[in-house]
C-alpha cells in the first residue's frame, strides 16, 4: 500500500483477453499504471515488457520537474521522465525511433483522447481519466491492435480495477470515544487548508465504488461505523456490589456465629477468675464454726453383736473422754470393737466409760493419743426457736460433713428404741427439734449453735414411714425430711459426768406407777403397779406429796402432758432433788401438789 492506496497484483494475463484491453496514451493529468490503476497525479505508465531490440535511442524533449505541491500531493516519489518505446506510444514497430515524453505534455501526434469523470469526486475538482478516441478519418487497418500488458491469467482473474479473492482485508478504522469538553468551554476550530467541510452532524457520504466507509472525524455519530453499546451505570454496579457484600459479610458472621455458638469458640478459651484472696472467715459464720469445731469430732466404727454400725462423738475433755450416744456402741462388748477416727485421719482403739439407756447416752475414751481439742459446752435453756444451729457428724459413714439449720422446736418429747420389747431400751428425751439435715451415722454428733458451742447431741430422726434412729445396717435406712432431734446439753452434760464419774447415771423419779393405757388427755396413776404392787411407792416424793391412785396429771410445771410418755419426758428433763409443781383432777376437781424428785438407778 502507498499513501494509503492498495497495491492489487495479479497474474500476468493471457494473450486472448491482452487483446481485448487497450492500451491508453499517457496524458499530462492521468496514466494508467502496469497495475491497472489510474494514477490522478500526473505519473506515466510504465511499458509492456518486450523483448530486447537494437534500436537506436531517440532522445526526446526534457520538460523541467513538476513543483506545484498540489499536483504532487499524495504522489510516490517516481523520475521526472519515463523512456516509452515509441511502440507503446503510437502503435508503430520497434524501428521506429522512440519518444521522450515530459509529464504535462502530450505529443502532436498522439491519438485523439477523451476525458471523462471519474465516478465519487466533486463536480468542480472531479479527477478525470483520459481514454483513447479512434480518429474519424482514420482507416479501421491503420490502426493496429494493441499489445497486451500481461499474460492471459488461466484463474480469470481481472487484471485491473477491482481486487482478487486473495486482496487483503481493509483496515478497519474506528474513532475514539468523544471526550466532552469542560463546561463553558468552546474548542478552537482547527484550521482549514482544503475545501469546505461539511456541518457537524452531517454524514458525508462515502465515495462511489469505495471497498468500505469512510471515517469523517468531523461527523457526529462517525457515519459508517457501528453504535457503540450503551454504557451501563455505575450507580446500578455499585449498588450491587453493596448488596453482594453484605450478603457475603453476612452469611459468613452467621457460620462464625453458629461455629462459636456450638463449640464454644474459635481460639483458646480463658475464663476470668478472682484472684486469691483472703481465706478467714467470720467466727459466727458456718464456715468459721466448721473450721473450729471439726477438729474435736470423731467418727466410731463399731463391730459386735453379729452386727456393725457408724456413729459420730465429740471430745469432752483432753483426758480422752468421747460423748456419743448408747445405740451407736451398745453392741460393742469390748474396746477391740470400737475405732476412732479423728478428723485428721489418726486412728485410735476406745473402751466404754458407762452408757444409759434411759437417755441414750453413753462416754468411751481413747488413750495415747495427743493434741486433743474438746469442743465448748453451750447452755441448752438459753436456746429460742429459730436460732441458726450447725450440725457435724458422719452420715452413711462420709466423715466430717457439715450441715445448717435451724432451731424447729424445743421441748420437744420424743422416745426411741424399744427393740427388747420389755421397755428397757427405750428412751425418753425433751428433745431439741431442728431442721439442719440428719442422717443414719449423724447419731452422737454434736449440734453447735452460732459461737461453735454444743447445744445437743444429734439422737433421732422422723422418717416418713415411723420414728428411728437411722443406726444400723438394714437395707431400708431412713434418710433425713428435716425433722431432726436433739438430746439437750445440760442433760447430756449431767449424764456424761455421772457415767465418767461412777460408770452409771440416776434418773429423777416421783413414786409412781403410770397406766399406759390411758387414752384421756394427762398422765394416769395406775390402780396398781408391776407385779401387783402399789401404784404409788410409800414413802416416795408423790405419797409425800398426797398423790392418790386414779389421779390424772395435767400439767408439770405449768406445761401441758398430754400421755405417760410426756410426762416421764417432762420429769427427766430435771435433776434428782429438784422442786416440781403438779397440776391434776381428782373426781372432777382440779388440784396442786409440790414434790421433791427423787432419784433411781438408771441401767
Known sequence: MENGKPNWWSRPSSAPEAARIPTPPPTGDRAEDATGTHDTDGDFPLPAPQPPTEAPAATGTAAPDVTDPAARTGAPDLPDTTDVPDEAATGETADAPAVRLTKGETPADAAPTETLPVAGAPADAAPTETLPVAAADAPQSAQPAPAPLHAPDEYRTPPYGEPGPWAPAPPVQRHP??????????????????????????????????????????????????????????????????????????????????????????????????????????????????????????????????????????????????????????????????????????????????????????????????????????????????????????????????TSGIISAKERPITAGGEKGDGSDISYVDALQTDAPINPGNSGGPLLDAKGRVIGINSAIRAAGGSGDGEGDGASQPGSIGLGFAIPINQGKRVAEELINTGKATHPVIGVSLDMQFNGDGARVGEKGKDGSASVTPGGPAATAGLRPGDVITKVDGQRVHNGEELIVKIRAHRPGDRLELTLTRGGKELTKTLTLGSSQGT
Open 177 to 402: 470515544a468523544p471526550v466532552p469538553p469542560p463546561r463553558g468551554h468552546v474548542p478552537p476550530a482547527p484550521p482549514h487548508h482544503g475545501p469546505p467541510h461539511p456541518a457537524p452532524g452531517a454524514a458525508v457520504p462515502p465515495p462511489a465504488g469505495a471497498p468500505w466507509g469512510q471515517y469523517d472525524p468531523w461527523t457526529a455519530g462517525g457515519a459508517g461505523l457501528p453504535p457503540l453499546p450503551p454504557r451501563k451505570s455505575r450507580k446500578g454496579l455499585a449498588l450491587a456490589g453493596a448488596l453482594l457484600l453484605a450478603l457475603v459479610t453476612g452469611v459468613i458472621g452467621g457460620g462464625i456465629g453458629a461455629y462459636v455458638e456450638r463449640n464454644g469458640g474459635i481460639t483458646t478459651v480463658e475464663l476470668p477468675q478472682a484472684a486469691g484472696g483472703d481465706t478467714d472467715r467470720a467466727p459466727d459464720s458456718v464456715a468459721g464454726i466448721a473450721a473450729s469445731a471439726l477438729p474435736g469430732v470423731v467418727t466410731l466404727h463399731v463391730k459386735g453383736g453379729g452386727s456393725s454400725g457408724t456413729g459420730t462423738g465429740f471430745v469432752l475433755d483432753t483426758k480422752g473422754h468421747i460423748l456419743t450416744n448408747n445405740h451407736v456402741v451398745d453392741g460393742a462388748e469390748s474396746s477391740r470393737d470400737i475405732s476412732v477416727t479423728f478428723s485428721s485421719g489418726e486412728t485410735a482403739r476406745a473402751r466404754v466409760v458407762g452408757k444409759d439407756t434411759g437417755y441414750d447416752l453413753a462416754v468411751v475414751q481413747v488413750t495415747g493419743v495427743s493434741g486433743l481439742k474438746p469442743l465448748p459446752l453451750g447452755n441448752s435453756e438459753d436456746v429460742r426457736v429459730g436460732d441458726p444451729v450447725v450440725a457435724i457428724g458422719a452420715p452413711f459413714d462420709l466423715s466430717n460433713t457439715v
